[in-house]
T-cell receptor, first 116, second 110 residues
Framework: EPEVTQTPSHQVTQMGQEVILRCVPI?????FYWYRQILGQKVEFLVS????????KSEIFDDQFSVERPDGSNFTLKIRSTKLEDSAMYFC??????????????FGSGTRLTVV | KQEVTQIPAALSVPEGENLVLNCSFT??????LQWFRQDPGKGLTSLLL???SQREQTSGRLNASLDKSSGRSTLYIAASQPGDSATYLC?????????WGAGTKLIIKP
């Protein structure tokens, strides 16, 4: 069964550093997403991406964050100047259609980011 | 603003029991609803997807129902096993994003 692949599985970074989280969505999917889950809290939407541009973003997704699809297969989330409160599990997801209709959303196994 | 609530927050039952997990949402204008499983520290595994036009979906021992008019979905697990122990999350699709419940942490005792 097709999978969404995320790397690395764990990342520890010092406060103020930049990190890039990587994702390889399912190859025939067109819509890509980043979500995050702070320990003990609900999963939160960050951003959706379609046709090489952001289609929707949450209040969380401020200038500290950016996304890119650099080469047609990878989908990255960059977090600049990391803060302690950025520590969370970050999930990448993809879907064939905008609302996940027919097939839903497929999630990767996540990257656990720890900012120290 | 869509709010998703899952009750109970935690549930512990003996192996072999049938059980029901509940999910409620405040805005019935959803595209679909998806149930996920999350093991501790792990990713989100999709269990069942219910389109807005559907009433239920089944996969093995799992059955999910959807009643849009009342803003409710249930996940029924038959003949529970210790391997079913995990957190179960429901998420609804509104405006092109998933809105998540906080999950029900399920423990199946051998």
């Amino acid at each position: 069964e097709p999978e969404v692949t995320q790397t690395p599985s764990h990342q520890v970074t010092q406060m103020g550093q930049e990190v890039i989280l990587r994702c390889v969505p399912i190859s025939n999917h067109l819509y890509f997403y980043w979500y995050r889950q702070i320990l003990g809290q609900k999963v939160e939407f960050l951003v959706s991406f379609y046709n090489n541009e952001i289609s929707e973003k949450s209040e969380i997704f401020d200038d500290q964050f950016s996304v890119e699809r650099p080469d047609g297969s990878n989908f990255t989330l960059k977090i600049r100047s990391t803060k302690l409160e950025d520590s969370a599990m970050y999930f990448c997801a993809s879907s064939a259609k905008a609302t996940g209709v027919n097939y839903g959303y497929t999630f990767g196994s996540g990257t656990r980011l720890t900012v120290v | 603003k869509q709010e998703v609530t899952q009750i109970p927050a935690a549930l512990s039952v003996p192996e072999g029991e049938n059980l029901v997990l509940n999910c409620s949402f405040t805005d019935s204008a959803i595209y679909n609803l998806q149930w996920f499983r999350q093991d501790p520290g792990k990713g989100l595994t999709s269990l069942l997807l219910i389109q807005s036009s559907q009433r239920e979906q089944t996969s093995g021992r799992l059955n999910a129902s959807l009643d849009k008019s009342s803003g409710r979905s249930t996940l029924y697990i038959a003949a529970s096993q210790p391997g079913d122990s995990a957190t179960y999350l429901c998420a609804v699709v509104g405006d092109y994003q998933l809105i998540w419940g906080a999950g029900t942490k399920l423990i199946i005792k051998p």
